[in-house]
């Protein structure tokens, strides 16, 4: 299928699921690859993966009850993500390990919850690997608006979170809530991850969040550039992404990934080639 | 000034410093030594307030500057020399203030003090050991603060830089700001700083070097050698 085609397909009404479905991934790009650029830059993947999980039976409580997807999402991985700050004071454990008991526990409750429902495989399948079909009217103005706020959130708290990662002990020392800021941080990855479930699923989210912000982080040694080339690259992968998995029948999560991927392994092909040219 | 009174701190339910007094006055170096595990860290930490002494106060006149060691820095992240130095405002500035001129001009001041306005645009990633412990002195200078906490400076550094810094650490004290700075370069605190302080879980003694220098016993005590140890010489000789 030609571009022209694609286009064509976005404006016939009978598929206005389509063009939902390039806005709610376009915006999840934008905004993960924002955020994901503090995620990369303070070595946090791990956290971005916990809390894709951690939300999960937040969504399948949502869907049993026939609830707010997204509102649901939220709770579940705000709820995960206190609960891992609260535990990860504990001295003997390491914050990873804590990680890994929650996460993997919220994911399971999720499974759990989500095989009481009605067309369980069907719907299992949507969470963990997306779907663009069935998407809301009102998920628009959701994704929207809590992808502003976000972004507007970060906009704000970006000093300190630039801050706290350079060196937490001297922002301590300076006054700085360094618990309050790592909080807001997890809390804002979590609403970042939620809104972007939908589209691209549960278990691939996490590329989101990671691959955009590292391909740019290749590219530049400018925090600024990194924030504008992170969201663009992941907005060009969702389009492209979107586009091919519609052409020639492919999961739409699953492509878009990949093309991200395809992006990253070419910036660092082209990074490492320049570097011994 | 900093003056530290029958500071006791608890850790884990032990008490890991006690007895701890003695005062660092504004226009002095005093180099603080001790073995691992002495309580050095402590101490400082104490100071920026970060550990509360279960006995005791630190009495500090004006704001406190904190130069960490260098490994607990990020120096991987993407951002410049002028940047990271303004982020030594960013409590002081408080949530949703951006950087006004008096904000920049305190930057540049603390850049052209360490001597690193010349790299300001760099990125921190690219700099040696010497630069990068500019940088991290150059954050704290931008508060423009009475004293300056210094966690081991020298450590993994090259003699001429270790020369250069000590130079610098001796000049900024001699702008009326207290320093106190941690070591494990016993020779080079004898020879650069105004008095130094041992430390082993309490003061051992609080000198000059020339005082210190003279009386083995002390030293035998902080650091738990031997009388025929070769390091009482070096003391001798670099004081």
């Known amino acids: 299928m030609s571009p022209i085609d694609f286009i064509r397909d976005l404006a016939n009404p009978d598929l206005s699921f389509l063009w939902k479905a390039l806005v709610i991934a376009v915006m999840s790009s934008l905004i993960c690859g924002v955020i994901g650029c503090y995620v990369v830059l303070r070595g946090m993947a791990f956290i971005g993966d916990a809390v894709a999980h951690a939300v999960f039976p937040g969504l399948a409580i949502a869907f049993v009850i026939g609830g707010n997807l997204i509102l649901g999402g939220i709770a579940a991985g705000v709820l995960t993500a206190v609960l891992v700050a609260v535990f990860a004071q504990n001295r003997r454990l390491k914050e990873d390990s804590v990680i890994g ?26 969470f963990l690997f997306g779907s663009i079909t069935g998407i809301p009217d009102s998920d628009l103005y959701v994704v929207a608006g809590t992808g502003l706020g976000v972004l507007a959130a970060l906009f704000a708290l970006h000093k300190e979170l630039v801050t706290i990662s350079l060196d937490r002990e001297t922002a301590r020392a300076m006054g700085i809530r360094v618990f309050w800021l790592d909080l807001a941080l997890y ?8 809104i972007s479930v939908q589209t691209i699923g549960n278990i691939l989210v996490l590329a989101l969040l990671i691959t955009p912000a590292a391909t740019a982080r290749l590219l530049t040694d400018r925090l600024a550039t990194m924030m504008v080339l992170s969201p663009a690259i992941g907005a060009l992968a969702a389009l492209v ?36 040219a | 000034m900093i003056a530290f ?28 030594i001790g073995p691992n595990g002495a309580g050095k860290t402590t101490l400082l930490r104490t100071a920026l307030g970060l550990l509360k002494p279960v006995r005791g106060r630190v009495e500090v006149a004006g704001l406190i500057g904190y130069v960490p060691q260098r490994h607990e820095f990020a120096w991987d992240f993407p951002i410049s020399v002028e940047d990271v130095v303004m982020t030594g405002r960013t409590g002081r500035l408080g949530l949703l203030r951006r950087p006004r001129t008096t904000d920049w ?8 003090r360490v001597r690193m306005t010349d790299l300001r645009t760099r990125p921190v990633g690219q700099l040696s050991g010497g630069q990068r412990q500019r940088v991290l002195v150059a954050r704290a200078l931008a508060l423009r603060p009475a004293a300056l ?32 700075m941690t070591t494990h370069d016993l020779a080079g605190a004898m020879y650069g700083c105004d008095r130094l302080a041992l430390l082993n879980r309490s003061v051992v003694a609080v000198g000059t070097p020339e005082e210190l220098a003279e009386r083995d016993e002390l030293w035998m ?17 670099a004081a």
């Open chain 1, 101 to 126: 008991v929650f996460f993997v526990a919220a994911f399971a409750l999720g499974i759990v919850i989500i095989s009481r429902a009605p067309g369980y495989a069907g719907s299992l399948q949507d």
């Open chain 1, 187 to 194: 809390v804002l990855v979590t609403l970042a991850v939620v």
């Open chain 1, 241 to 276: 992404g979107l586009y091919v998995s519609w052409s020639w029948d492919y999961p739409t999560g699953g492509t878009i990934v990949l093309v991200l991927t395809t992006f990253f392994l070419l910036v660092y092909a082209q990074r490492v080639v320049g570097s011994r």
């Open chain 2, 5 to 32: 009174e029958d500071i006791a701190v608890q850790l884990g339910g032990r008490i890991v410093l006690e007895d701890a007094t003695f005062t660092v006055h504004a226009g002095e170096l005093v180099g603080l």
């Open chain 2, 105 to 112: 001009e305190a930057v540049d001041e603390a850049l052209e």
């Open chain 2, 149 to 180: 906490l210094l966690d081991e400076p020298f450590t993994g550094l090259d003699v001429p830089t270790q020369e250069l810094l000590s130079e610098l650490f001796l000049s900024l004290a001699r702008e009326e700001r207290a320093v106190l």
């Open chain 2, 221 to 237: 005590r902080t650091f738990g050698i031997s009388p025929h140890s070769p390091l009482l010489r070096v003391l001798k000789a």
